[in-house]
């Protein structure tokens, strides 16, 4: 509205400087024009205000976008550069994992070229109660007690000495194995044995009698064995039957070869 009243003023002051008459045509006419240009001043002054609102909105939201935008560029600088750590540590878990396959498929390859030769050292004694198997990356030749002692005896007889000289000759070949000799007995009590009070004591003295034939007389060095005594308590066959007991009561020699390449690996993690 003051634009209107401004185009009045000066249209008067126009007139009156002119001292000129206008006529009511003329006059008329005029004044439709300073109206004319006054709403046109009012739609100008309304989108001034407008672009003025619009500018100002514009401004927070890029502001907002700025502000954003160094959010999200921070983000993917902080995002990449954990990418890139666990890109580092992913390679080194899969050259680590690497190292291990090997490592222990040497170890199966091993393990199963021991088990072949023990097989064909051993071929003449597994119808007398021997057997060589794998389980967990380790050979077991398994004999039953009747293959290497008289009934409730502790003394090796001829035929298992027999069977432990083959087992040696192997062995004294294989320095990379490692020898553990571990006596089991069924789970009958002990009665009359004297100085073995039970079926544990049974068990210990019985892989010590073995682990003594190995080292002593086949002279594989004593640093490679461990004799245990297992007793009663990892039977093969839960049953009572006089075929369950006999299995049951045995020698397991139990065969590893040394990981000390997979042991340094973990250690120096």
Same mark, same amino acid.
């Given at each position: 509205?003051?634009?209107?009243?401004?185009?009045?003023?000066?249209?008067?002051?126009l007139?009156?400087?002119?001292?000129?008459?206008?006529? /009511?045509?003329?006059?008329k006419?005029m004044?439709?024009?300073?109206?004319?240009?006054? *709403?046109?001043?009012?739609?100008?002054?309304?989108?001034?205000?407008?672009?003025?609102?619009?500018?100002?909105?514009?401004?927070r939201?890029?502001?907002?976008l700025?502000?954003?935008y160094?959010?999200?560029?921070?983000?993917? $600088?902080?995002?990449?550069?954990?990418?890139?750590?666990?890109s580092?540590d992913?390679? #080194?878990?899969?050259?680590?994992?690497?190292?291990?396959?090997?490592?222990?498929?040497?170890?199966?390859?091993? $393990?199963?070229a021991?088990k072949?030769?023990?097989?064909?050292?051993?071929?003449?004694?597994?119808?007398?109660?021997?057997?060589?198997d794998?389980?967990?990356?380790?050979?077991?030749?398994?004999?039953?007690?009747?293959?290497?002692? /008289?009934?409730?005896?502790?003394?090796?007889?001829? #035929?298992?000495?027999?069977?432990? $000289?083959?087992?040696?000759?192997?062995?004294?070949?294989?320095a990379?194995?490692?020898?553990?000799?571990?006596?089991? $007995?069924?789970?009958?009590? =002990? #009665?009359?044995?004297?100085?073995?009070?039970?079926?544990?004591?049974?068990?210990?003295?019985?892989?010590?009698?073995?682990?003594?034939?190995?080292?002593?007389?086949?002279?594989?060095?004593?640093?490679r064995?461990?004799?245990?005594?297992?007793?009663?308590f990892? /039977? =093969?066959?839960?049953?009572?039957?006089?075929?369950?007991?006999?299995?049951? *009561?045995?020698?397991?020699?139990?065969?590893?070869?040394?990981?000390?390449?997979l042991?340094?690996? =973990?250690?120096?993690?």
């Amino acid at each position: 509205m003051k634009i209107k009243y401004l185009f009045a003023l000066l249209f008067a002051a126009l007139a009156i400087q002119s001292c000129v008459v206008l006529s /009511p045509k003329k006059h008329k006419a005029m004044l439709a024009q300073i109206d004319s240009l006054t *709403r046109r001043s009012e739609t100008l002054e309304e989108e001034l205000s407008r672009l003025k609102g619009d500018s100002t909105r514009l401004s927070r939201e890029l502001a907002e976008l700025n502000g954003n935008y160094k959010t999200l560029n921070n983000n993917y $600088t902080a995002s990449s550069s954990k990418v890139n750590q666990l890109s580092s540590d992913l390679q #080194k878990r899969e050259a680590r994992l690497k190292e291990v396959e090997e490592i222990l498929r040497k170890r199966d390859e091993a $393990t199963n070229a021991l088990k072949n030769k023990l097989q064909k050292a051993l071929l003449g004694f597994q119808q007398s109660g021997l057997s060589v198997d794998i389980r967990n990356g380790k050979v077991y030749v398994s004999l039953t007690d009747k293959l290497l002692f /008289p009934s409730g005896s502790i003394v090796i007889d001829e #035929k298992g000495k027999q069977a432990l $000289t083959q087992l040696a000759a192997v062995l004294n070949k294989e320095a990379d194995i490692n020898i553990s000799v571990e006596g089991h $007995t069924d789970n009958k009590r =002990i #009665k009359n044995l004297g100085q073995i009070k039970d079926n544990w004591d049974l068990s210990v003295l019985r892989a010590t009698s073995v682990s003594r034939f190995l080292t002593e007389e086949q002279h594989i060095d004593p640093a490679r064995i461990t004799a245990t005594g297992k007793g009663e308590f990892q /039977p =093969i066959d839960p049953g009572n039957t006089p075929e369950a007991l006999a299995k049951n *009561r045995r020698i397991e020699i139990v065969l590893t070869p040394k990981l000390d390449e997979l042991y340094n690996l =973990i250690n120096n993690k």
